[in-house]
């Protein structure tokens, strides 16, 4: 059963730095697609950041700000967020099992974990 863990959450100001964590509990291996989502109260869930192998895609949101990492001895993706801004807060997911299609839609991906709350203040 695939499960994935985010933690790393938490509250800031903006201007401030965090660092997203995502423990799988199935996956190995670089090649496997893992991507960073982010979900406001009253919004759509947005992709942020994708990895696979050596490709990474990250959000025009976000470019230069947020970078999407992974340690594959560890299965873990890491987001590490700087200059992180108001508009950023959200609860943000982890997910996996890419199902072939464009990175940036959500239903490309077959599992989920629960989220990990991200607030930042002015």
């Known amino acids: 059963q695939v499960r994935l863990v985010e933690s790393g959450g938490g509250s800031v100001q903006a201007g401030g730095s965090l660092r997203l964590s995502c423990a799988g509990s199935?996956?190995?291996?670089?090649?496997?697609?893992m991507a960073w989502f982010r979900q406001a109260p009253g919004s759509e869930r947005d992709a942020v950041a994708y990895?696979?192998?050596?490709?990474?895609y990250h959000a025009d949101s976000v470019k230069g700000r947020f970078t999407i990492s992974r340690d594959t001895a560890k299965n873990t993706v890491y987001l590490h967020m700087n200059a992180l801004k108001p508009e950023d807060t959200a609860m943000y997911y982890c997910?996996?099992?890419?199902?072939?299609?464009?990175?940036?839609?959500?239903?490309?991906?077959?599992?989920w974990g629960e989220g990990t709350q991200v607030t930042v203040s002015q």
């Open positions: 997910a996996t099992g890419c199902r072939g299609g464009y990175w940036y839609r959500a239903d490309n991906y077959a599992h």
């Open positions: 199935y996956y190995s291996g670089s090649a496997i697609c």
């Open positions: 990895s696979s192998g050596s490709i990474t």
